[in-house]
């Protein structure tokens, strides 16, 4: 039998959870970088991420601009935690750009690498995905901190301008201490 957990987020707010510093910590460590270039996802100004050199607002629209990496870095990586329910449309945008400017671009996306979704987007492509030992726990759209963590196990994709399949790295919460 399935175990369903049903989510409490209201639906208005679904999209708008905001990432964790432990989270950026971690992903910057990983690349070994000290700031991303774009974070592409803020909802607006007040809440972009502080390790982003730019960003791109909602009311910008990051599906329909060509300008993910905004900063002059010419290594420059791109930070996208996606709308939840416009994940598939960001993740292959991500990979447009990734194509056309090669340079990367790190995804916050829910760990569900048994499903068609999936398949159909993560499978074929050239990414490293790490995959943490445990759940990070989101921001509300308030900026506090939940009570509950989510409900899905999360990894950080990040899209890369080279040949590699798909590379799946284990690793540790909380790298930075």
């Excluded at 989510?7 to 971690?26: A, F, G, H, P, V």
């Excluded at 970088?33 to 803020?42: A, E, G, H, L, M």
Aim: aromatic share 12%; hydrophobic share 35%; charged share 20%.
């Amino acid at each position: 039998m399935a175990i369903i957990n049903k989510s409490n987020t209201k639906q208005s707010e679904k999209d708008y959870w905001r990432t964790s510093e432990s989270l950026i910590n971690d992903a910057l460590k990983l690349l070994n970088i000290k700031s991303f270039d774009t974070d592409v996802c803020c909802s607006n100004e007040s809440v972009k991420i502080n390790n982003a050199v730019c960003y791109i607002t909602e009311s910008d629209n990051a599906l329909e601009s060509n300008l993910w990496f905004l900063s002059s870095i010419p290594s420059g990586t791109a930070f996208c935690n996606p709308p939840f329910s416009r994940k598939w449309e960001f993740f292959q945008k991500a990979v447009e750009q990734v194509d056309r400017w090669s340079r990367q671009v790190l995804l916050v996306l829910p760990y569900t690498p048994a499903t068609k979704a999936w398949s159909e987007n993560v499978h074929g492509q050239n990414c490293i995905i790490y995959v943490p030992d445990g759940r990070y726990q989101y921001l509300l759209p308030n900026g506090e901190k939940s009570v509950n963590n989510c409900n899905f196990d999360t990894c950080l994709i990040l899209i890369v301008p080279f040949k590699c399949g798909n590379v799946i790295v284990n690793y540790k919460r909380n790298l930075s201490t």
